[in-house]
C-alpha cells in the first residue's frame, strides 16, 4: 500500500503516521519492520521500494521526500529513465510492504507541491494522497478539531472558550495539543475547560508579544533575555510557532494598510480595530523587507532544527540576528 501525505501541518501528518504505524506495524517486530528514510536517492530508493516480503509481518517505511518537489539544498532529481523504473517497481510492491512518502511544508510557507512534476503525478496515481494544510484562526475546522482533541482526553469545552483558547494561543496544533494536557492536570478530577484555567494555566501569546515587540525594534539583547526567560516553561519550537504566527499577521497588516483604513483591515482579518490601530503605530517606520527578512529567519531556525542542521541550544544565536 503506498501513501503521500504534503503539507504545512506537520503535527497532523505526524498524528497519521503514528495511527499508521500501529495499524500496520506488529508491535513486536517495530525495531526491524518500521523504517525512516530521509530523501533516499534512486539507487536506495529502489532497494526500499523493492523491500521483499518478510515472515514476520507487514513493513512501513516512511520516506521523507521534500528534496523531490522543491529547490533545497541537495535536491533529488530523477530522469525519465528513472521515473519509469519506479512507476514500474510501485506496481507490483508486496503486499506486506507499505510506503508513506512525506512532503513537509515549513508553516507560514507559501510553498506548494507542483502538481505538473512527474513524480507528484506517479505518487497521485498510485498513493491514497493526503493534503495537511496549516489552519487559520476563523477557520471552522480549527476549532473542530480543538472540540475533538478536548473530547479525546475526556475534557468538556465551551464554543466560546474554544474561540477564547484560540486567541490566547494561536494555530499551531502541537502547542494546543501540549496546552490542552497541562489543562487536563490542572482541572482534575472536573472534565470542564473555564476560560479562566486557560487564563491561569496556559502560556500566554501575549508573553511572546513582548518578544515580538523587541524583535520589531531590533532590540537584540532584550530579545535574548526575553526568549532565554519564555524557554524556561515553554518549548522552544512552541516559541518560534507563535512568533511566525505574530509575523506573519503584521506583514499582512503592513501589506493591507496600503489601501486599506484600520477598520477595513481589522474586518478583512476578523480583528479588534484597536488592536490593528496599535500594530499600525508600530509598523510606520518598520520596512517591509524587514519584516520579511525576519519571517524567512523564523522559518529557516525551526526547519533546521526539526531536519536535525541546528541544535537547541543555538537558537538564541539565530534569534539574536533577525532583521
Request: aromatic share 10%; with cysteine.
Amino acid at each position: 500500500m503506498l501513501y503521500f501525505y504534503h503539507g504545512q501541518e506537520d503535527y497532523n501528518i505526524e498524528l497519521e503516521l503514528q495511527k499508521l504505524r500501529s495499524k500496520v506495524v506488529d508491535k513486536s517486530f517495530e525495531s526491524t519492520n518500521y523504517r525512516v528514510y530521509d530523501n533516499p536517492k534512486f539507487p536506495e530508493l529502489m532497494d526500499v521500494l523493492r523491500t521483499p516480503s518478510l515472515m514476520f509481518g507487514n513493513v512501513l517505511a516512511v520516506i521523507n521526500c521534500e528534496k523531490y518537489f522543491f529547490d533545497t539544498k541537495g535536491k533529488v532529481n530523477f530522469d525519465d529513465k528513472e521515473l519509469k523504473q519506479i512507476e514500474e517497481t510501485l506496481q507490483t510492491m508486496p503486499e506486506s510492504l507499505h510506503i508513506a512518502f512525506v512532503c513537509r511544508i515549513e508553516r507560514e510557507s507559501t510553498k506548494k507541491i507542483d502538481t505538473r512534476r512527474k513524480i507528484f503525478k506517479i505518487f497521485s496515481k498510485y498513493a491514497s494522497v493526503t493534503e495537511f494544510p496549516e489552519f487559520k484562526p476563523y477557520q471552522k475546522e480549527l476549532a473542530a478539531w480543538i472540540q475533538k482533541q478536548v473530547k479525546k482526553k475526556d475534557l468538556i469545552m465551551s464554543y466560546d472558550t474554544v474561540q477564547f483558547f484560540i486567541e490566547r494561543l494561536g494555530t499551531n496544533l502541537r502547542v494546543i495539543d501540549n496546552e490542552l494536557e497541562k489543562l487536563k492536570l490542572a482541572v482534575y478530577p472536573e472534565k470542564m475547560v473555564k476560560k479562566e484555567h486557560i487564563q491561569n494555566i496556559c502560556t500566554s501569546t501575549e508573553d511572546i508579544f513582548v518578544l515580538t515587540d523587541y524583535i520589531l525594534k531590533g532590540q537584540k539583547d532584550m530579545a535574548l533575555l526575553e526568549f532565554n526567560k519564555l524557554c524556561t516553561n515553554k518549548h522552544y519550537l512552541e516559541i518560534l510557532a507563535v512568533l511566525q504566527t505574530n509575523f506573519s499577521r503584521l506583514a499582512a497588516i503592513k501589506v493591507d494598510s496600503v489601501d486599506k483604513n484600520s477598520f477595513e483591515i481589522a474586518s478583512k482579518h476578523r480583528m479588534n480595530e484597536f488592536i490593528v490601530k496599535k500594530q499600525l503605530e508600530k509598523l510606520r517606520n518598520v520596512p517591509m523587507d524587514r519584516i520579511i527578512k525576519i519571517r524567512k529567519n523564523l522559518l529557516e531556525a525551526e526547519y533546521r532544527v526539526k531536519t536535525g542542521e541546528m541544535a537547541f541550544y543555538e537558537l538564541p544565536v539565530e534569534l539574536g540576528i533577525l532583521g
